[in-house]
């Protein structure tokens, strides 16, 4: 199993940034992909951004490329998602998530990821 823990999330400005998170533990070594999702209340769980666990491929939504970067730093067992430029609609709950399966290309889909964590709330306030 995986576990995944994110922080950094908070109250900020629009316009303003934020760095959030994951620190995974446990079988690390099988991981392939680790990804950004986000709800807000009364939506969907959407995908926000995903990137290779060993590799340089990544996938952003349109919704957040060229605000968000995703970047990791495996000596940790930790991927960020940088935010800037923040809009009242990036307000969410952010969870990080695991795919630990072999495949092609980069996953953008929640049933195609298999651990989760607890979540981490940002609000973007007007």
């Known amino acids: 199993q995986v576990q995944l823990v994110e922080s950094g999330g908070g109250l900020v400005q629009a316009g303003g940034s934020l760095r959030l998170s994951c620190a995974a533990s446990g079988r690390t070594f099988s991981i392939y992909t680790m990804g950004w999702f986000r709800q807000a209340p009364g939506k969907e769980r959407e995908f926000v951004a995903a990137a290779r666990w060993s590799g340089l491929s990544t996938l952003y939504a349109d919704s957040v490329k060229g605000r968000f970067t995703i970047s990791k730093e495996n000596a940790k067992n930790t991927m960020y998602l940088q935010m800037n430029s923040l809009k009242p609609e990036d307000s969410a709950i952010y969870y990080c998530?695991?795919?630990?399966?072999?495949?092609?290309?980069?996953?953008?889909?929640?049933?195609?990821?298999?651990?989760w964590g607890q979540g981490t709330q940002v609000t973007v306030s007007s």
């Open positions: 998530a695991t795919d630990n399966a072999r495949r092609v290309g980069v996953p953008n889909y929640s049933y195609q990821y298999d651990y």
